[in-house]
């Protein structure tokens, strides 16, 4: 029914294969370049990256403090010497 030679047939694969490997990676380059677009397009403030960044040193700073504290109880075991610390740190007393 097809009278081609081989080597032709193989020929035309590889380039029917090259062809939709260029138009994906093609397509893939113009979806980068519309997000460098849309990104340089638009760049107000919005206010939900302003809470997002506070949220996330919200609970940086939580996570700082329970660290602290945690490493508080590690170093001083008694509790009324944390107490006295507390209240040095605080300003309210000297530590003795």
């Known amino acids: ?3 081609h030679d081989p080597n032709e047939a193989m020929a035309g ?4 294969a090259g062809v939709v490997g260029g138009a994906a990676l093609l ?4 979806r980068g370049v519309a997000q460098v677009g849309n ?3 638009d760049r107000r403030y919005r206010i939900t990256h302003l809470t997002d ?9 939580r ?7 945690q490493y508080g109880k590690a ?4 509790p009324e010497q944390r107490k ?7 300003g309210n007393r000297p530590f003795p």
Do not use: P, V, W
């Open 84 to 90: 006295a610390l507390t209240f040095a740190l605080e």
């Open 53 to 61: 960044d506070f949220s996330g040193e919200y609970q940086a700073g």
């Open 75 to 78: 170093l001083i075991k008694n």
């Open 39 to 41: 990104y340089l397009k």
């Open 13 to 16: 694969a590889l380039a029917t």
């Open 1 to 3: 029914m097809f009278n």
């Open 27 to 30: 397509m893939r380059a113009g």
């Open 63 to 69: 996570l700082a403090n329970y660290r602290f504290e």
